[in-house]
Nanobody, 126 residues
């Protein structure tokens, strides 16, 4: 049984930082591209960042480029999202996702991801 468990969300002031973690189990971690998406009430889930199975390919949404960094640790079966210089518009539920792909360029499309976590809430407010 595949499980993706996110953690690290919380309340932070504008300009602050958070690090989200997602631990994967029940799958061969090294065979999967990993990604983060986010969703706010009333809006569609949107792509944030993704990383290829071998860490070579990394892509980001324009809205987070230069502020967010995605990384992965195969020994810990964990993917991270470092969020810096947070803005109120970054508020939302952040979801981790896994795509069984060994392409060097990971997908930014929700439909390509096979497994999803339950999400972790990030709130940016003063």
């Amino acid at each position: 049984q595949v499980q993706l468990v996110e953690s690290g969300g919380g309340l932070v002031q504008p300009g602050g930082s958070l690090r989200l973690s997602c631990v994967a189990s029940g799958l061969t971690f090294g065979h999967y591209a990993m990604a983060w998406f986010r969703q706010t009430p009333g809006a569609e889930r949107e792509f944030v960042g993704c990383i290829s199975f071998n860490e070579i390919g990394r892509l980001y949404a324009d809205s987070v480029k230069g502020r967010f960094t995605i990384s992965r640790d195969s020994a810990k079966r964990t993917v991270y999202l470092q969020l810096n210089v947070l803005k109120p518009e970054d508020t939302g539920v952040y979801y981790c996702a896994a795509d069984r792909s060994m392409e060097y360029l990971p997908s930014t499309q929700m439909r390509d991801y096979d497994y999803w976590g339950q999400g972790t809430q990030v709130t940016v407010s003063s």
